[in-house]
């Protein structure tokens, strides 16, 4: 196991709108619960990443981000 980890915890306004992306990508959904809070995780080998369900988030005006990066793109596409 790794001494220390990063995990991102990013805002969507649903999680049926960011769950087909990260699938799309080759990830697999770990984690899943809708209420109280809309919570989710994903994963895809050692890279991890959280969201949540915030209904009046706004992407457009989001400047958020997070940048994965990985060797041999051609081979994960």
């Known amino acids: 196991m790794r001494a220390e ?4 915890c990013l805002p969507c306004c649903c999680l049926d709108d960011v769950l087909p992306f990260y699938t799309a990508l080759g990830f697999d959904v770990t984690y899943r619960k809708e209420r109280p809070n809309p919570y989710a995780a994903v994963r895809r080998g050692g890279i991890e990443l959280h969201s949540f369900g915030v209904p009046e988030f706004d992407p ?11 060797n041999g793109t051609e081979v994960l596409h």
């Open 5 to 8: 980890s990063l995990i991102p």
């Open 60 to 70: 457009a005006e989001s400047m958020g981000n997070v940048i994965v990066q990985v």
